[in-house]
């Protein structure tokens, strides 16, 4: 929930400061999909009656989170862009290997386990786009 978040918060912050269409529409694709996922995780957590906990994944998360928006409120035009994109793909790169490593393998409830590995292929998707935006936006130079 904390990754999505990050991410949704990331996305708000580019749509408003982007001039580009493509980095715009990246953004909306985050918030709307990011959205989606937290709803999924909300709706499984008020059925299993658990509370989610923070835990050093979290913390961690949220801390790159929260430091990526300082920077990027720095960043304009152009640069932003970069950096927005260049963020995107570190972080769905992190994201990826903390499902992969941790977050997966450690799931002790099998509807959480299935829920993480329905979403995995989103984030894959994600960060594909993001790659294909960090290429586009090193070809032209701005």
């Known amino acids: 929930m904390t990754a999505n978040q990050v991410d949704i ?21 985050m918030v709307t999909d990011h959205s989606g996922v937290n709803k999924a995780a909300t709706d499984l957590v008020h059925k299993l009656g658990v509370t989610p906990e923070d835990n050093s994944t979290s913390q ?43 977050l997966i393998p450690n799931a002790q409830n099998a509807e959480l386990k299935a829920l993480l590995v329905k979403v995995r292929p989103a984030f894959v998707a994600h960060l594909e786009h993001a790659k294909h935006l960090q290429a586009e936006l090193g070809k032209s130079g701005g």
């Open 60 to 102: 961690s998360l949220k801390q790159g989170g929260d430091a990526n928006l300082a920077n990027l409120k720095t960043q304009k035009g152009p640069q932003f862009d970069r950096a927005y994109i260049d963020h995107e793909v570190t972080y769905h790169e992190s994201v990826l290997d903390a499902l992969d490593k941790t």
């Open 9 to 29: 918060d990331a996305g708000k912050l580019a749509e408003s400061k982007t001039k580009s269409k493509d980095v715009k529409a990246f953004a909306q694709r």
